[in-house]
């Protein structure tokens, strides 16, 4: 069925939509959206315990706080059909700042996340914001409505607890892997024209984001399609990956399982395997510091690896269900593995290519795109870090990012930051301050802060690149697990200078 919609082609249709029909200009009805496997899955709510309760626990206290952390209003409570929190400081400073959490997975329970920079914003008198959304799964379009809807609500929420309060001089927003998607989508251009709740930010910080949009989908696809070929099934069909799984990993990988920490967990086979992770490293981002302990040691592997099992429920490349059709595309793909330009050609020449569906992610006329876009058309500060070593959000989002950016002619906007952490979002929260505090200061008439070449193949195979952004030095609300990744960097890398 084609999706040519004559209502939904592009931004500029969409507000001439708008204003037609404000002005009475047409009498024909807009065409009604299709629907979707996510549209009808309704069963999502918050704990009912979450959902009675009306405020949640203080930060505990830490060395150096200048503002009692039990002193805040802290409000608990459900937005259509959405948790939240609120958090706002006795000395208030006027700004909100809006948090995005990552992905959440598929089950039915909703949850909200509080910012990992939380003692930051408390002791610096911001306040914060946090939605569950409304909806699991790969959903960002209700991830941007539901923390744009939360934003818009703030007032009244403050006032039906018994603390009136103006209006939010200005809005920030910052989140992580998923919520880095929402971040990134909340302040673009396209966000503005076709979201249904609209909020103008000042500034963004999207962390360890999926900030290339369906870019990283592509990327998993290639992961698995360059999988088959080296482990001799390249014409086999991706949706029936579980029927040769075992059969591909066991020709890749001698060791591909948990291990104790901090064990190496997975180990390439010579040959096949080998080929395979240098066609890994370029798919994710190049040569670079950290790829080796992100495969080996990050864990985050085994989730990105094999994404597209087949869901019987939904299209393959459907991104189960959010959208009606596939929008996998490996057909810009060059594969390269290092030093074998014969290997190269071979690797080219057999991994299945994919091509997406017509408007599988097109314009919609009842608001967002179901996955909405990071076009890099916006004219507000933006810091982006993100680990070197992540191969479930690969640091090549960055690469993507920067220059759909600098094709929109917006690059002084952007800030980007190469973290040495090996897995998934794992920063130090002194990393995370960093960044935020250096783009408010930005937003606030200072200079633009200093960034890291994220394109330039030398620079980011440097065995330095990283260094200068990078915080090892732990916190009170570090977790272990991230101090335990930094020791295998310190143990198996040159330190930095």
């Not at 927003?173 to 929402?182: A, R």
Request: glycine share 10%.
């Amino acid at each position: 069925m084609k999706l040519h919609s004559p209502w939904g082609l592009t931004a500029l249709a969409l507000a001439s939509l708008a204003a037609l029909a404000a002005c009475g200009g047409s009498d024909d009805p807009v065409a009604p959206e299709e629907t979707r496997a996510q549209d009808s899955r309704n069963s999502f709510a918050p704990s009912p315990t979450d959902a009675a309760a009306t405020t949640f626990a203080a930060q505990a206290a830490a060395t150096g706080d200048v503002v009692d952390m039990s002193t805040t209003s802290r409000w608990q409570g459900v937005l259509g059909g959405a948790l939240y929190h609120v958090e706002v400081p006795a000395n208030w400073n006027g700004k909100l700042v809006m948090y995005a959490h990552g992905y959440a997975g598929t089950g039915n329970t909703l949850g909200v996340s509080n910012p990992s920079i939380r003692r930051y914003l408390i002791q610096n008198g911001y306040a914060w914001a946090a939605s569950s959304y409304s909806k699991n799964y790969y959903d960002v379009r209700v991830g941007v409505e539901d923390t744009n809807a939360l934003a818009l609500e703030f007032n009244n929420i403050a006032a039906a607890r018994g603390r009136p309060l103006a209006t939010p001089t200005k809005y920030f927003i910052t989140g992580h892997s998923m919520g880095g998607h929402i971040t990134a989508a909340a302040i673009e251009d396209e966000a503005a024209a076709t979201a249904i709740h609209k909020v103008k930010y000042n500034g963004a910080v999207p962390m360890c984001g999926v900030v290339g949009d369906t870019e990283l989908f592509n990327e998993f696809a290639a992961m698995q399609v360059t999988a088959q070929a080296l482990a001799g099934v390249p014409a086999y069909p991706t949706s029936k990956w579980t029927d040769i799984q075992a059969q591909v990993t066991g020709t890749l990988f001698s060791s591909f399982a948990p291990a104790a920490f901090p064990t190496a967990s997975i180990v390439a086979t010579p040959g096949a395997g080998a080929k395979y992770v240098s066609a890994l490293q370029n798919i994710t981002g190049g040569p670079r510091p950290m790829f080796a302990q992100g495969l080996a040691y990050g864990q985050a592997f085994f989730s990105a690896y094999g994404t597209f099992v087949a869901d019987p429920a939904t299209p393959v490349g459907s991104v189960t269900g959010i959208l009606n059709k596939n929008v996998l595309d490996t057909t810009g793909f060059t594969y390269v593995i290092d030093g074998d330009a014969t290997a190269s050609a071979a690797l080219n020449a057999s991994a299945q290519k994919i091509t997406p569906d017509a408007d599988a992610n097109r314009l919609r006329t009842d608001g967002l795109r179901w996955i909405p876009k990071a076009n890099g058309e916006f004219k507000i500060p933006v810091v982006s870090i993100h680990t070197l070593g992540d191969l479930f959000v690969p640091f090549s989002m960055e690469q993507t990012y920067q220059k759909r950016v600098a094709a929109k002619g917006n690059s002084a906007w952007l800030v980007q930051r190469a973290i040495r952490g090996i897995s998934h979002c794992d920063f130090t929260v002194a990393e995370q301050v960093t960044a935020f505090d250096d783009m408010l200061k930005w937003e606030a008439g200072g200079a633009k802060p200093a960034g890291d070449d994220v394109v330039t193949p030398a620079t980011v195979a440097a065995t330095t690149y990283g260094c200068t952004h990078t915080k090892n030095t732990p916190g009170p609300d570090d977790g272990a697990s991230t101090l335990g990744l930094r020791q295998i960097i310190a143990a198996t890398t040159p330190a930095c200078p």
